[in-house]
């Protein structure tokens, strides 16, 4: 789960890393008044989940207020496309940041290294835009440096790969605390990711993480109630944001035939199926187990809610759950909804038999193989 910048530098500074002062604004005016506070000095800044923002014209700096506000007005409700995203994402939200005076920018993160099973920490004195390049074109220009996950990091160790890093004098100690600071939080807050790309160092020697870049690993995220704030407003897709509010194993997909079965494998299968019979699967949709009318009902809802949906499969492979109840659970669902597309159900295994005799007289087609549901479900569906 990607933070937004502004979220993840609320969350290092937790952490005792030194951020820039700043507020998100959704608007040109609140933009305007908060870079007021600033006496007009201040960078305005997509909150967007993707990298590259600056060179994609998601970042600029001020010293006036009211242009200050101009820009953000311009830059919300626009598409932002980079490199690293060229569908684009839309901006909601600007951070409007006390502007920073930079003489030198350079580079740090904190990943996992899943081969030598440990943390990694990368340091680079050519921060900046252009890190990619550097990495590619002069690796040895970024420091690495494992973490032993257990036994954490003695100061002498990030001493000298900060210094193996050519980090200037006056800014090592502070980078060293920096550090320490990232791979706590990491640690800490079960991150995935912690990318700071600039860490900006100041003219007077001061150092501080000018942008900031934090993922968490979505399978702890319930280990730490106090992101469930953080994790609405970073959600990259608002259905998929519902679905897990909801418990529902959601994926959107971007095609137009909705999908749901008991069963991640029974639920991949489907992907594929539809896939080969000429179909562009909306979803992936897990039921879960059990399946009562309520839990269809709700998993029904929600795929219907992706207006590109033009016909739904159901595929279900009756075991401790039968087929009949899943059925019934079904009928239940629909008699409460108004479904106006097709509906191809699939019933196979414990009760199927009796399954499908309960779908008969209904909206919903009966199918007794995932193939010859895929298939009618593309026919009926494009028809
Ligand atoms: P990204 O392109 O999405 O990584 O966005 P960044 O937050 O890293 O901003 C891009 C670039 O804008 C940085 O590399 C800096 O050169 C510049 N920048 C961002 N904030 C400031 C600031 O406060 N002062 C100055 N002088 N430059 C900034
Ligand atoms: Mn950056």
């Given at each position: 789960?990607?933070?937004?910048?502004?979220?993840?530098?609320?969350?290092?500074?937790?952490?005792?890393?030194?951020?820039?002062?700043?507020?998100?604004?959704?608007?040109?005016?609140?933009?305007?008044?908060?870079?007021?506070?600033?006496?007009?000095?201040?960078?305005?800044?997509?909150?967007?989940?993707?990298?590259?923002?600056?060179?994609?014209?998601?970042?600029?700096?001020?010293?006036?207020?009211?242009?200050?506000?101009?820009?953000?007005?311009?830059?919300?409700?626009?598409?932002?496309?980079?490199i690293q995203n060229p569908a684009g994402m839309v901006?909601?939200?600007?951070?409007?940041?006390?502007?920073?005076?930079?003489?030198?920018?350079?580079?740090?993160?904190?990943?996992?290294?899943?081969?030598?099973?440990?943390?990694?920490?990368?340091?680079?004195?050519?921060?900046?835009?252009?890190?990619?390049?550097?990495?590619?074109?002069?690796?040895?220009?970024?420091?690495?440096?494992?973490?032993?996950?257990?036994?954490?990091?003695?100061?002498?160790?990030?001493?000298?790969?900060?210094?193996?890093?050519?980090?200037?004098?006056?800014?090592?100690?502070?980078?060293?605390?920096?550090?320490?600071?990232?791979?706590?939080?990491?640690?800490?807050?079960?991150?995935?990711?912690?990318?700071?790309?600039?860490?900006?160092?100041?003219?007077?020697?001061?150092?501080?993480?000018?942008?900031?870049?934090?993922?968490?690993?979505?399978?702890?995220?319930?280990?730490?109630?106090?992101?469930?704030?953080?994790?609405?407003?970073?959600?990259?897709?608002?259905?998929?944001?519902?679905?897990?509010?909801?418990?529902?194993?959601?994926?959107?997909?971007?095609?137009?035939?909705?999908?749901?079965?008991?069963?991640?494998?029974?639920?991949?299968?489907?992907?594929?199926?539809?896939?080969?019979?000429?179909?562009?699967?909306?979803?992936?949709?897990?039921?879960?187990?059990?399946?009562?009318?309520?839990?269809?009902?709700?998993?029904?809802?929600?795929?219907?809610?992706?207006?590109?949906?033009?016909?739904?499969?159901?595929?279900?492979?009756?075991?401790?759950?039968?087929?009949?109840?899943?059925?019934?659970?079904?009928?239940?669902?629909?008699?409460?909804?108004?479904?106006?597309?097709?509906?191809?159900?699939?019933?196979?295994?414990?009760?199927?038999?009796?399954?499908?005799?309960?779908?008969?007289?209904s909206k919903i087609v009966g199918a007794a193989t995932?193939?010859?549901?895929?298939?009618?479900?593309?026919?009926?569906?494009?028809?």
């Open positions: 789960m990607k933070l937004h910048e502004y979220q993840s530098k609320d969350l290092l500074a937790k952490y005792g890393v030194v951020v820039p002062g700043g507020r998100v604004a959704k608007n040109a005016a609140d933009a305007q008044s908060i870079a007021e506070e600033y006496g007009g000095k201040v960078v305005v800044k997509a909150q967007v989940l993707m990298g590259g923002r600056g060179k994609a014209g998601g970042v600029k700096l001020f010293d006036n207020a009211a242009e200050a506000g101009t820009f953000a007005g311009e830059l919300i409700g626009k598409r932002l496309v980079s901006v909601e939200q600007v951070l409007v940041a006390e502007l920073v005076d930079i003489a030198e920018e350079y580079y740090l993160s904190v990943l996992l290294d899943r081969a030598a099973q440990k943390l990694l920490v990368m340091i680079s004195r050519e921060g900046g835009m252009e890190i990619e390049e550097v990495a590619e074109k002069n690796p040895e220009a970024i420091v690495r440096l494992l973490v032993d996950p257990v036994w954490g990091l003695a100061d002498f160790e990030i001493r000298d790969a900060v210094s193996k890093a050519h980090i200037p004098g006056p800014a090592q100690r502070q980078m060293v605390a920096m550090i320490k600071s990232l791979v706590r939080a990491y640690i800490e807050s079960d991150a995935d990711l912690i990318e700071i790309n600039p860490v900006a160092l100041t003219p007077e020697g001061k150092l501080l993480a000018a942008d900031a870049k934090v993922s968490l690993d979505e399978n702890a995220v319930f280990r730490h109630p106090e992101f469930a704030a953080t994790a609405e407003d970073s959600a990259e897709d608002p259905l998929e944001a519902e679905a897990a509010q909801k418990g529902i194993a959601y994926v959107r997909l971007g095609g137009d035939i909705g999908i749901m079965g008991n069963g991640a494998g029974l639920v991949m299968c489907s992907l594929d199926e539809v896939n080969a019979a000429g179909g562009r699967p909306a979803n992936f949709l897990d039921v879960g187990g059990g399946a009562s009318a309520e839990r269809v009902k709700t998993c029904v809802e929600l795929v219907l809610k992706d207006e590109n949906v033009k016909g739904l499969l159901i595929n279900i492979f009756g075991g401790i759950t039968r087929g009949d109840q899943v059925a019934k659970g079904i009928l239940t669902a629909f008699e409460q909804l108004d479904v106006n597309i097709p509906v191809v159900a699939r019933i196979d295994g414990t009760g199927a038999e009796e399954g499908l005799e309960l779908l008969k007289g995932m193939q010859e549901a895929a298939k009618r479900i593309v026919e009926l569906a494009y028809a």
